[in-house]
Nanobody
């Protein structure tokens, strides 16, 4: 079992930056692929970014590429999401998730929520225009 706890969400203005944190507890953190997802009311949860546990490779959805940066500190069992140049459409509840490394391949990192076994409770991000 892996327990995930997110923090760092809040209310910001368009163009501002925000850094989300996800602390992992329980089983060894290093092997897991870590991901961030987001969800707004009435919409399905969508993939934001993922990072490999083995080589630090990252993958981001197109709409956040160049603005959001995912990183991890295995010594602290923590994954981060640095969000820059925030837009009103980035408003959502952001979830941290952990996927078994078997879902990582030479073709890429997992981006479907069904591939992630462990989830945090979410942290809300609101961006005012």
């Amino acid at each position: 079992q892996v327990q995930l706890v997110e923090s760092g969400g809040g209310l910001v203005q368009a163009g501002d930056s925000l850094r989300l944190f996800c602390a992992a507890f329980g089983r060894t953190f290093r092997p897991y692929v870590m991901g961030w997802f987001r969800q707004t009311p009435g919409k399905e949860r969508e993939f934001v970014a993922a990072i490999s546990g083995s080589n630090g490779r990252t993958y981001e959805r197109a709409s956040v590429k160049g603005r959001f940066i995912i990183s991890r500190d295995n010594a602290k069992s923590t994954v981060y999401l640095q969000m820059n140049s925030l837009k009103p459409e980035d408003r959502a509840v952001y979830y941290c998730a952990a996927a078994n490394p078997v879902y990582e391949s030479v073709d890429g990192l997992p981006s479907s929520d069904s591939q992630y076994a462990y989830w945090g409770q979410g942290t809300p991000v609101t961006v005012s225009s």
